[in-house]
């Protein structure tokens, strides 16, 4: 019932709008000021630059801080493939990539431990993030207290060209939302 009287009314209101006058009202036309006449050369407002994001190579050495405090260092040593493939792997890739890296603690009291996924991602010349792979390591890094060193490997697996260049995006932390550095390698 109240749907009923609902459409009866809106049905009224937009009949009896109809056979109203019909008004057109224009715009008072403001004076035109120097500012309005002369837009052409306002300069428009330059939008914040983004930092450039640094560039490394393999065995370059990247130190990385956060707020003005070095956290750790970190060398992409190798990137190799390997013939190396898990049986019981559902991922089906026709390259294994492994990377070795070492890192040294520079001033984290907690320790320092270096993973995929959280301090660094591995992406293919397409752009796509590449997955671990679960084969062809034989380096398996720890936490290091401050001053102490470890050497580590992750394998990644991708399609396409083999030797393709990977791009290795480092982050301060697994929290940072965009990377401070890639690093790029090609592997062998």
Not at 110 to 115: A, E, K, L
Not at 130 to 148: F, H, I, N
């Amino acid at each position: 019932m109240k749907f009923n009287l609902l459409i009866a009314t809106l049905c009224a209101v937009f009949t009896l709008s109809a056979c109203g006058e019909s008004e057109v009202q224009e715009k008072p036309k403001q004076p035109e000021t120097s500012a309005q006449q002369d837009t052409n050369s306002i300069e428009p407002e330059e939008a914040p630059k983004e930092e450039a994001i640094t560039r490394y190579s393999l065995g370059d050495t990247l130190t990385v801080s956060e707020d003005g405090v070095d956290l750790y260092e970190i060398t992409f040593d190798k990137a190799f493939l390997t013939e190396d493939r898990n049986q019981f792997s559902e991922k089906e890739v026709d390259h294994v990539v492994v990377l070795e890296y070492t890192y040294k603690n520079l001033n984290q009291e907690d320790g320092t431990y270096i993973v995929s996924g959280l301090d660094y991602k591995v992406y293919d010349s397409a752009g796509k993030l590449l997955e671990t792979y679960p084969a062809g390591t034989t380096l398996y890094g720890d936490t290091v207290s401050v001053g102490r060193t470890s050497t580590s490997q992750e394998a990644f697996g991708y399609t396409g060209d083999a030797n393709q260049t990977l791009e290795v995006e480092i982050y301060a932390s697994g929290f940072s939302a965009k990377p401070i550095a890639i690093v790029e390698v090609q592997p062998q």
